[in-house]
C-alpha cells in the first residue's frame, strides 16, 4: 500500500502565496511522476502541475503559468507546489497525485485533498 499525505493548504488573500507539499510513503520501489491536480465546487478535476521522474518533462495548466512552480525531492520521495499571485479562481480542494510502481505494478494513487481558499 501507498500512502499520499499532502499539507499546505488554508485561507489566503488574493495576490498571496502557499506553499503545498505533499510526502509518498508505504510500499515504494519507484516513483515515475508526481503532482498536482484541483477541482473547484461544480468543475470536474483537472491538472495543475505534472513533474516526471528527475523533472525530465514539466506540465503545467494555462491558467498557473508563471504563478505556480512544482519541484521534486526525489530522495523524500516529495512534491511541492509554490503559489504565488493567488487569484480567487485559484480556491479549489488540491489533490496530490502520483504513479508509482509496487511490487511490480504501476498504478495511481491519490491524497486526500486539501483546501486552498482564496478571499479576502
Known amino acids: 500500500q501507498v500512502q499520499l499525505v499532502e499539507s499546505g493548504g488554508g485561507l489566503v488573500q488574493p495576490g498571496g502565496s502557499l506553499r503545498l507539499s505533499c510526502a509518498a510513503s508505504?510500499?515504494?520501489?519507484?516513483?515515475?511522476?508526481m503532482g498536482w491536480f484541483r477541482q473547484a465546487p461544480g468543475k470536474q478535476r483537472e491538472l495543475v502541475a505534472r513533474?516526471?521522474?528527475?523533472?525530465?518533462?514539466?506540465e503545467y495548466a494555462d491558467s498557473v503559468k508563471g504563478r505556480f512552480t512544482i519541484s521534486r525531492d526525489n530522495a523524500k520521495n516529495t512534491v511541492y507546489l509554490q503559489m504565488n499571485s493567488l487569484k480567487p479562481d485559484d480556491t479549489a480542494v488540491y489533490f496530490c497525485?502520483?504513479?508509482?510502481?509496487?511490487?511490480?505494478?504501476?498504478?495511481?494513487?491519490w491524497g486526500q485533498g486539501t483546501q486552498v481558499t482564496v478571499s479576502s
Open positions: 508505504g510500499s515504494i520501489f519507484s516513483v515515475d511522476a
Open positions: 513533474l516526471t521522474t528527475g523533472g525530465s518533462r514539466m
Open positions: 497525485h502520483a504513479i508509482i510502481l509496487t511490487t511490480g505494478v504501476l498504478s495511481h494513487w
